[in-house]
């Protein structure tokens, strides 16, 4: 260990077999966290060449469990999002993609956050479970082209004690990791092939456009080279996306636009990445025509019936699909007035989530217990003129002592007397 920490220490490239002992040995506990420690900081300063990336990231995805999907026909195509505010893509992707004949086999996870993870908020469905064996997914993927389930066994516990440690080090921030980290655990959970939505704005990890490509590049990289067909959107986490945040409403949300009548910027996200979804999945050449289709299945409602067979076969009640009071209902609605007339000119996307999150709408903790009511759902977004007095946004809360959320609010929503643009949505789409 100690010659591949001064290997890398002085800019040289690491080979299969150094890069293999030290994903093995840290897996075991046989190489100590000091030393792992040097070496992740040693990477941080000198960089990884794309072979050492990929190198890593199937070291990593072979470190633990990884999920066979080969029992399901087609082209598995797994989507990936860096995360943001009021982000309900999957839930509207998944049935999407899989109405056109491309299966979805979709591992979620729970996570800290401004909202729960697609699993919680799939909770919010009276019934729906997401804790189902390996053998019940694959059928379930085989029978209705579509499952969603929780994360289960033993994945990737080398990007799991890399990450642990990487956060105590100061050595997150480093483009080779990251990649490798998100792109060995979607490898581990069968994926053949991958889109990425790589956010960029004040609610996203990569806070700059520019940092955002260079991820997205890399792990596109990666991708090609370990026989993982990969294309990635850059797409704006200035402000949330669509309108609502949280769990229930977010599920609403989600309802909403598979029947064709969800947020212009959701919409027109998940026609982005769906077709990326739908051309890696063999089934069109182009995405242009992969988009034609999945505006046809959104508009004669077969995307919508595919989300109602997919709730039905995890035990979830469908009838909320029709019926939105089936969802957890938050006790108060509380609107939330503009201070003055003029154009909202900002809405600071991770400021509004810690508003969300003070709800009870996230976790703060592993441990912490959700609220799948409450949330917000915002009226008013960045360009729209707003005069004084009308609801910026709605608040669902249980709680009706909300001075400290609402003065959140207020703080990170501006409004200026000048019009303002509309940000961007999608920057930029990878392709290779
Ligand atoms: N998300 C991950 O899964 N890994 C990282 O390293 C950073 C973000
Ligand atoms: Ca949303």
Sequence with gaps: MYDIIEKKRDGLELNQEEIQFFIDGYTSNEIPDYQVSALLMAIFLQGMRAKERALLTMAMAESGDQIDLSAISGVKVDKHSTGGV??????????????????????????????????????????????????????????NKVAVVGQSGNLTPADKKIYGLRDVTATVSSIPLIASSIMSKKIASGADAIVLDVKTGTGAFMKELQDAEELAHAMVSIGNHVGRNTMAVISDMSQPLGRAIGNALEIQEAIDTLKNEGPEDLTELCLTLGSQMVVLGGKVETVEEARELLKESLSNGSALKYFKTMLKAQGGDNKVVDEPSLLPRAEFKIDLPAPASGFVSNMVADDIGVAASMLGAGRTTKDSVIDLAVGLVLHKKVGDKVEEHEPLLTIYSNNQDIEAVKDKLYDSIQISEEAVAKPTLIYETITE
């Design 86 to 143: 009021g982000d309900t893509t999957t839930l509207i992707l998944a049935p999407l993609v899989a109405s056109l004949g491309v299966p979805v086999a979709k591992m979620s996870g729970r996570g800290l956050g401004h909202t729960g993870g697609t699993i919680d908020k799939l909770e919010a469905i009276p019934g729906f479970h997401v804790e189902i064996t390996n053998d019940e997914f694959i059928d379930l993927v085989n029978t």
